[in-house]
């Protein structure tokens, strides 16, 4: 069992394959970036998969691919289906924006993708092209579409909540959502680069008690819901999350860590404390190497992040990391 300097059971990994997006999300990347990391700097399947095998060995059950847009990396598939097969990893999942979905869901599934998250802010075709840059409602629709009939048992929609803009169009999603089986998660923007800043943090503890009011929602417990609070339909038949790293931080629990396409385990989203795998695989180091990095970063963990005393802390943006 891998546990940090706090004491916290840490088994989840989030693994960026890319830093590259078709999308520009208000709160994430600033319109026009490009300033990626060199494809000569991106970890390989084979690195990743020697890594995480060891990482797997030692405790680290779960595994999320994300990014950037992980569907943009060439063969993820196949790099699914060689995680997937590692032994020790027990969840395989992946965090989409949809806008490949469409292709990709039924070979996600076969590859061995157990759970899928997809990114979407509203329904109104708009309001996603204001906060994309692109006008993919459609897609992305069509994408939740072909996961549902490619059987992916859960899926949840997260949903950014902005002030001022995609906080109108909550009633609408829980909507969508219920009638489609679809979990929800609200999202509070946390100020990670200047975009995270300046996006119109919404808190959704009145926002909670609002939708419980209208929709007949109680508090409940869900097994594996990570960070969320949760309310749910009374019947079970509906669950909504809410992701409150401002309002109400949950890092007494957090049990994750990030590892970057350069290679760079962050081990807090709101902190620079890393540990540089690529470097260590250039220079040689075996297993025993890899063990021992990662029991030291972990002994490093921060307790805490620190966005509510020091907002202007950190300059990388949530596409960098892999949020
Ligand atoms: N491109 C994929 C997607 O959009 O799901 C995966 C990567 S994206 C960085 C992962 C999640 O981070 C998304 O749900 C997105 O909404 C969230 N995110 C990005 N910037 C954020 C910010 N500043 N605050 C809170 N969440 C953010
Ligand atoms: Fe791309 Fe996801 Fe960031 Fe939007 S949130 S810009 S889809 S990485």
């Given at each position: 069992m891998l546990t940090d300097g706090c004491g916290r059971r840490v088994d989840y990994l989030r693994l960026s394959v890319t830093d590259r997006c078709d999308l520009r999300c208000s709160y994430c990347m600033p319109t026009g970036f490009k300033d990626y990391e060199e494809p000569a700097h991106w970890l390989s399947f084979d690195q990743i998969e020697r890594l995480l095998s060891v990482f797997a060995r030692l405790g680290m059950r779960r595994i999320r691919l994300t990014g950037g847009e992980p569907l943009l990396r060439n063969n993820l598939t196949e790099l699914a289906r060689r995680l997937a097969a590692l032994p020790g990893v027990e969840d395989l999942s992946l965090s989409t924006n949809g806008t490949q979905l469409a292709k990709y869901a039924s070979r996600l599934k076969a590859a061995g993708v157990t759970r899928l998250n997809v990114s979407l802010d509203s329904l109104d075709r708009r309001r996603v092209r204001a906060i994309?840059?692109?006008?993919v409602l459609p897609q992305v629709l069509d994408g939740l579409e072909a996961a549902r009939a490619a059987g992916f048992s859960l899926i949840k929609v997260n949903m950014v909540a902005l002030a001022g803009t995609t906080d109108a169009d909550i009633e609408n999603m829980v909507a969508y959502c219920m009638e489609r089986g679809f979990v929800l998660r609200l999202i509070e923007t946390m100020p990670v680069g200047a975009t995270g800043r300046d996006a119109g943090y919404l808190d959704l503890r009145p926002v909670r008690e609002r939708l419980r009011a209208r929709f007949g929602l109680v508090d409940g417990v869900v097994p594996g819901g990570g960070p969320a609070r949760y309310l749910v339909a009374p019947d079970g038949g509906f669950q909504i999350g809410f992701i409150t790293p401002i309002s109400q931080?949950?890092?007494?629990?957090c049990n994750r860590v990030r590892l970057s396409v350069d290679g760079r385990m962050f081990?807090?989203?709101?902190?620079?404390n890393a540990v540089d795998f690529r470097r260590l695989l250039l220079d040689g180091g075996d297993d025993a190497a890899i063990e021992r990095a990662l029991l030291d970063g972990l002994r490093a963990k921060?307790?805490?992040?620190?966005f509510n005393q020091q907002p202007d802390r950190i300059v990388r943006f949530m596409s960098m990391t892999g949020g």
């Amino acid at each position: 069992m891998l546990t940090d300097g706090c004491g916290r059971r840490v088994d989840y990994l989030r693994l960026s394959v890319t830093d590259r997006c078709d999308l520009r999300c208000s709160y994430c990347m600033p319109t026009g970036f490009k300033d990626y990391e060199e494809p000569a700097h991106w970890l390989s399947f084979d690195q990743i998969e020697r890594l995480l095998s060891v990482f797997a060995r030692l405790g680290m059950r779960r595994i999320r691919l994300t990014g950037g847009e992980p569907l943009l990396r060439n063969n993820l598939t196949e790099l699914a289906r060689r995680l997937a097969a590692l032994p020790g990893v027990e969840d395989l999942s992946l965090s989409t924006n949809g806008t490949q979905l469409a292709k990709y869901a039924s070979r996600l599934k076969a590859a061995g993708v157990t759970r899928l998250n997809v990114s979407l802010d509203s329904l109104d075709r708009r309001r996603v092209r204001a906060i994309t840059k692109r006008d993919v409602l459609p897609q992305v629709l069509d994408g939740l579409e072909a996961a549902r009939a490619a059987g992916f048992s859960l899926i949840k929609v997260n949903m950014v909540a902005l002030a001022g803009t995609t906080d109108a169009d909550i009633e609408n999603m829980v909507a969508y959502c219920m009638e489609r089986g679809f979990v929800l998660r609200l999202i509070e923007t946390m100020p990670v680069g200047a975009t995270g800043r300046d996006a119109g943090y919404l808190d959704l503890r009145p926002v909670r008690e609002r939708l419980r009011a209208r929709f007949g929602l109680v508090d409940g417990v869900v097994p594996g819901g990570g960070p969320a609070r949760y309310l749910v339909a009374p019947d079970g038949g509906f669950q909504i999350g809410f992701i409150t790293p401002i309002s109400q931080h949950f890092c007494a629990t957090c049990n994750r860590v990030r590892l970057s396409v350069d290679g760079r385990m962050f081990l807090c989203l709101g902190q620079d404390n890393a540990v540089d795998f690529r470097r260590l695989l250039l220079d040689g180091g075996d297993d025993a190497a890899i063990e021992r990095a990662l029991l030291d970063g972990l002994r490093a963990k921060p307790a805490r992040h620190e966005f509510n005393q020091q907002p202007d802390r950190i300059v990388r943006f949530m596409s960098m990391t892999g949020g």
